[in-house]
């Protein structure tokens, strides 16, 4: 904890605004490939509102969140909702391009978090719940971001990409069930019959794997 | 131990979005000033992108949600912006210097929020509550106060805002967060010179059964270190 800092600066996880065009951008298609290319992507749609890019994006995410809509365990789940999530999310992608930016956060983390918070604002307006708060407001993904946080991500992009591949089994199960299935800690060790500690110790080493891939 | 943070259970859950509103908003207002654990949170999130990331069904097209998402950015190009302009009408007093979170949720400052006297040196504000049903509250202590030993039913979260309180684990300051369980008992004390504001956040139902005792338990530690 650092005292002293003054918490109104950031609440933000990733990204910030950019209103300018980034430099050595290039489009083509067959450029060969760039650490991040939807990082690239959603930036050039922030400058240039470019439909055609936008279109590629959707192709490459769409089934992604769909997928995630579908794997969240609750009677909630249908084809219908997750058909609803994928819509919500890409719109958001288009109207919050400007914040995105790469060398804060991967394109794909970025879209992870986008899916969470609308699944989560979903889920509420399903269960008729009301509060002051959206989810927006308690997982901040479009603000500014802090600048101690910088990281150079787009740099060890295909190493992060690499990391999944090499995790056992068992810690993607947890990974699944904690991220993608949207499960409590105490509910994937109701399930399973785990230890809680060894939910969460298959997370941390999971973890250590991946940071070992970040930039140090 | 001085500096009390979410552990990584805490951090995950809220980084896939699986805490409740409540609990993700203390975990949201710790962020403020921890940027150590901020910054895990943000490393937890890549973990769970990177699953999100593998799920496959690729051959699955979908034109016509295309065709919608595209139809409504056709009509809404402008790529709104947020930032909602801010109508306070009262001006806001208090402590200012706070997490945007909880800015958001008390725009009208804590000087104007509605405090009630729940002992000679300990006030209570109620906030409204989030999505789901446990209570939220500002408490304050007075300088040099001491809460007599209590114990408290279920899990109870503390953030200290402003100022610090100890108690026999330790000392805490603006940011720490802390948690205690049932059955654990302990009696939190401020120094001489200075208030002490905390965000607490506890599953007990909000009814008003046993409302007194439950009220004079605000300030509940249970240290989770990193």
């Known amino acids: 904890m650092t005292l002293g800092v003054n918490p109104d600066e950031n609440q933000s996880e990733f990204g910030t605004a950019r209103t300018q065009t980034p430099s050595g951008y290039s489009m083509h298609p067959d450029h060969e490939k760039p650490f991040d290319e939807w990082a690239e992507t959603i930036e050039h749609i922030a400058v240039n509102q470019d439909r055609e890019a936008f279109t590629r994006l959707f192709n490459h995410f769409c089934p992604k969140i769909k997928a995630y809509g579908m794997a969240l365990k609750s009677h909630h789940t249908s084809p219908e909702m997750a058909d609803e999530l994928v819509q919500d999310v890409m719109i958001k992608v288009w109207q919050k391009a400007k914040y995105f930016n790469s060398d804060k956060a991967r394109a794909s983390t970025w879209i992870f978090a986008i899916a969470r918070n609308c699944r989560i604002d979903y889920l509420r307006k399903l269960k008729r719940i009301s509060s002051p708060l959206t989810a927006d407001d308690l997982w901040p993904v479009f603000e500014e971001p802090d600048p101690v ?19 056992p089994a068992e810690q993607i199960t947890v990974l699944r069930e904690v991220y993608i299935e949207g499960k409590t800690h105490a509910e994937v060790a109701k399930q399973t019959g785990l230890p809680l500690g060894t939910v969460k110790s298959r997370l941390r080493l999971a973890m250590d794997r991946l940071r070992s891939a970040l930039p140090a | 131990m001085t ?34 654990c901020k910054q895990e949170a943000s490393e937890l999130t890549q973990l769970g992108a990177m699953v999100f990331n593998t799920q496959t069904n690729d051959n699955e097209s979908a034109p016509d949600l295309l065709q919608n998402v595209l139809s409504h950015i056709n009509k809404d ?35 104007n929020l509605s405090w009630k006297k729940i002992g000679p040196q300990i006030s209570i504000a109620k906030l409204s509550n989030l999505g789901d049903t446990r209570s939220v509250a500002l408490h304050k202590l007075q300088p040099g106060s001491t809460v007599s030993d209590h114990d408290h039913h279920g899990l109870e979260i503390t953030v200290v805002l402003d100022g610090s309180f100890s108690d026999q684990d330790g000392k805490y300051f603006p940011g720490d967060f802390l948690v205690r369980k049932a059955g654990e008992v302990h009696s939190p004390c401020t120094s001489n010179d200075e208030e002490c ?26 240290q989770h270190k990193h």
């Not at chain 2, 552990?7 to 949201?28: F, I, M, N, R």
């Not at chain 2, 190009?77 to 009262?90: E, F, I, L, R, Y």
């Open chain 2, 197 to 222: 504001l905390c965000l607490t956040v506890c599953d007990a139902p909000v009814k008003f059964t046993g409302f007194f005792t439950r009220l004079l338990n605000p300030l509940v530690a249970y």
């Open chain 2, 77 to 111: 190009p402008g790529q709104a912006d947020v930032a909602p302009p801010q109508n306070n009408s009262q001006p806001v007093t208090g402590h200012t210097d706070l997490p945007t979170v909880i800015k958001t949720l008390i725009p009208e400052g804590t000087d």
């Open chain 2, 3 to 36: 500096n009390f943070h979410p552990d990584t259970k805490w951090l995950s859950e809220y980084a896939a979005g699986t805490l409740s509103d409540s609990q993700a908003l203390c975990v949201s207002t710790h962020f403020a000033y921890c940027q150590k």
């Open chain 1, 149 to 167: 946080s910088v990281m150079d991500l787009a740099r060890s992009s295909a190493q992060i990409e690499q990391v999944v591949n090499t995790l």
